[in-house]
């Protein structure tokens, strides 16, 4: 099911299990890439894995598998409970990542809350890197995504990353997903002649080469700098079909995997946004 270039495939529910209902949703929709939950995106459990799903799916090498972090993470929180619950579950995140054989781990940059800007780096250099320094070496990677802007967001547009990237000292497991509705929302025109290619030049000038490892394509919504994050099916939003193509043509971009989060009842509409990333990329 891989693509010999970017592989492009979607979050998938897992009903039924990670590899039983994952997989079997990917086949429906023609996803040679998936993304998936390994606890509720909205609580703070920690559910143990089940070994013969782990194995089902560590076993498709030719399918990429990432997990993303539940969305109640918060690195920059002021609340001790829930910086500790954030690391915790980031941790839980990352054990169970590697049992499935993940590339990578996704989670949210956060937000400060209600201290300062400086107050919540500090607290990531403190907390998050001695959670780098446990990933083993063949990974998973943990992946910064960078948010749409509201809310006192720690990182929104790609130069954000740049302080991030310095409180972590630039780990060699920190990476980062790129979303395009959060970038759109945050201020990177990306529907602007060349939009796309200015922001990833952009990124990897901030963070470096091969620091960028997954692409999330979404269309937005909302327009540009709106700073909300709400996600539009391929072509259907502000961001518009076009610049989607220029996703596959960056350097930067080479060989990443492309995965949708778009709305719509499956599973339809994403074996339709699947098809037109597709056609996309292959007719370059």
Not at 31 to 36: G, L, T
Not at 85 to 103: D, M, N, Y
């Given at each position: 099911m891989t693509s010999p270039h970017n592989p492009v495939g979607a979050h998938v529910p897992v009903a039924g299990g990670l590899a039983s209902g994952g997989l079997k949703y990917a086949a429906e929709i023609g996803?040679?890439?998936?993304?998936?939950f390994v606890a509720n995106p909205r609580g703070w459990a920690l559910p143990e894995g089940r070994p013969a799903e782990d194995e089902k799916l560590r076993a498709r090498t030719d399918v990429p598998v990432y997990v993303h972090a539940?969305?109640?993470?918060?690195?920059?929180?002021?609340?001790?409970?829930?910086?500790?619950?954030?690391?915790?579950?980031?941790?839980?995140?990352?054990?169970?990542?590697?049992?499935?054989?993940?590339?990578?781990?996704?989670?949210?940059?956060?937000?400060?809350?209600?201290?300062t800007y400086d107050e919540a780096m500090a607290q990531i250099h403190e907390h998050v890197l001695p959670l780098l320094e446990e990933i083993p070496e063949d990974g998973p990677d943990l992946l910064l995504e960078p948010m749409a802007g509201q809310n006192n967001m720690l990182c929104t547009k790609v130069q954000d990353l740049g302080p991030y990237f310095d409180r972590l000292e630039h780990h060699p497991k920190l990476g980062v997903c790129f979303d395009t509705c959060h970038a759109f929302a945050a201020g990177h025109d990306l529907a602007a002649p060349g939009g796309v290619k200015d922001t990833l030049d952009a990124l990897v000038a901030t963070v470096g080469e091969g620091r960028l490892k997954l692409i999330h394509a979404n269309d937005s919504k909302d327009p540009c700098g709106s700073g909300r994050d709400r996600h539009e099916n391929i072509g259907a939003g502000m961001i518009g079909e076009p610049p989607f193509a220029d996703l596959f043509t960056h350097p930067a971009t080479t060989g990443l995997p492309v995965l949708i989060e778009t709305p719509g009842r499956a599973p339809a509409p994403h074996a339709k946004d699947i098809k037109t990333l597709k056609t996309l990329r292959d007719t370059l």
């Open positions: 996803a040679e890439a998936i993304q998936v539940p969305y109640l993470v918060n690195f920059g929180s002021p609340n001790a409970e829930t910086l500790a619950k954030s690391i915790a579950t980031v941790r839980h995140s990352l054990v169970r990542g590697r049992a499935i054989g993940a590339r990578g781990v996704v989670v949210h940059t956060g937000s400060s809350v209600t201290q």
